[in-house]
């Protein structure tokens, strides 16, 4: 198997920019997460997804932040709750999930490219 990717493996991934507009504690969870709300604007809309992000983030500080998200992974049911999209970020020295995030407000629903 060749390690390298291909424009077209990277093509297949459908990155998009959203805006929280709903945060929720996941208790349910077996890791410490937060359930988010979505909105990726036009024809995507409002997606959830369940995000192990609580080290950095408090649900009430996340509404209205905008994130990145792979929008075409098949949903996933965690804990009850279904994850539609996944949230993207990068570990911290420690390890715990530090966002992904445009550098300057853009429109939802922008392709990353």
Do not use: C
């Not at 997460?33 to 979505?38: A, G, K």
């Not at 949230?87 to 995030?101: C, H, I, R, S, W």
Request: charged share 25%; glycine share 8%; proline share 8%.
């Amino acid at each position: 198997m060749d390690p390298n990717a291909t424009i077209e493996d990277f093509d297949r991934i459908d990155i998009r920019v959203g805006t929280v507009v709903d945060a929720q504690p996941f208790p349910e969870a077996r890791k410490p997460s937060i359930r988010l709300w979505v909105d990726f604007g036009g024809s995507l809309g409002v997606k959830r997804s369940s995000a192990q992000v609580t080290v950095h983030y408090a649900p009430d500080r996340l509404i209205g932040r905008q994130v990145m998200a792979v929008v075409n992974f098949a949903p996933r049911r965690i804990a009850g709750f279904e994850s539609e999209v996944l949230v993207l970020g990068v570990p911290d020295e420690n390890g715990a999930v530090v966002l992904l995030k445009p550098d300057l407000r853009v429109p939802n629903g922008g392709k990353m490219f």
